[in-house]
């Protein structure tokens, strides 16, 4: 079963009157619960294809079909509701609020969305306990490592219960071991929850954890 069928999707940015095509006409169909990694060098259109999947830019031409669902027809509101309810996003930086515990940045996504409810709370503590941090849950980031910062952000990324999960260099700044341990949590996550996975890296040998490895090279994409 196919989760996204993407077709001759583009996007052209203009800069000092310069068209340049970040992603150009790319074409890809990713099945239920896959686990894609997406490799390539910074500026080669990862950040943008995947942010066009996950509802935040627009794009300039072509068709993203997320269960059948053209997600360029949506308005802004139905946008946001799409990225709160279906998608998950994993960023560089865990991007934790510093003013609140473990606990209480996973029970954020749930209060943006008005789908807050009395099992929240329990949800939480049994997703950090998942990412094996369940004994920091009234912890404050500054009292977390990187890598128990990033695991707090997994969990906070699953609270909306998501399909699709998005995840752009997670591990960038993380320590070789402690990259190690995320990227098998992703699998273990992929596996278990049966996610689509989409994980976007410019190290190759991270790209490999995935079961299906695509690279982009100047907007363009190709199975490796």
């Known amino acids: 079963m196919q ?10 940015y203009t800069v000092d009157k310069l068209a340049i095509n970040a992603v150009d006409h790319v ?102 306990e998942m990412v094996g941090v369940g004994d920091k849950l009234n912890a404050y980031p500054s009292q977390l490592s990187g890598g128990q910062q990033r695991r707090v952000a997994i969990a906070r990324a699953l609270m909306n219960d998501p399909e699709l999960i998005l995840a752009d260099e997670p591990t960038g ?17 992929n596996q278990e929850k049966k996610l689509t996975f989409i994980f976007i890296t410019h190290n190759l040998e991270l790209a490999r954890h995935a079961k299906r490895q695509i690279r982009m090279t100047n907007g363009l994409i190709k199975e490796i």
């Not at 996204?4 to 996007?11: H, R, Y």
């Open 27 to 128: 074409s890809l169909k990713i099945g239920k619960g896959e686990f894609v990694s997406i490799v390539g060098h910074s500026g080669s259109g990862k950040t943008t294809f995947i942010s066009m999947i996950g509802g935040i830019i627009k794009p300039s031409s072509g068709r993203i079909l997320v269960e059948g669902n053209d997600i360029c027809l949506l308005n802004d509101d139905a946008l946001s509701e799409y990225r709160n309810r279906k998608v998950g996003f994993m960023f560089q930086f865990a991007s934790l609020l510093p003013v609140l515990t473990a606990r209480e940045n996973l029970l954020l996504p749930g209060l943006f969305n008005g789908a807050k409810t009395s099992n929240d709370g329990k949800k939480a503590v049994e997703y950090l």
């Open 173 to 189: 700044d993380l320590d070789e071991e402690t990259e190690g341990e995320i990227m098998n949590l992703f699998e273990k996550l």
């Open 3 to 12: 989760h996204i069928e993407i077709e001759d999707l583009s996007k052209i």
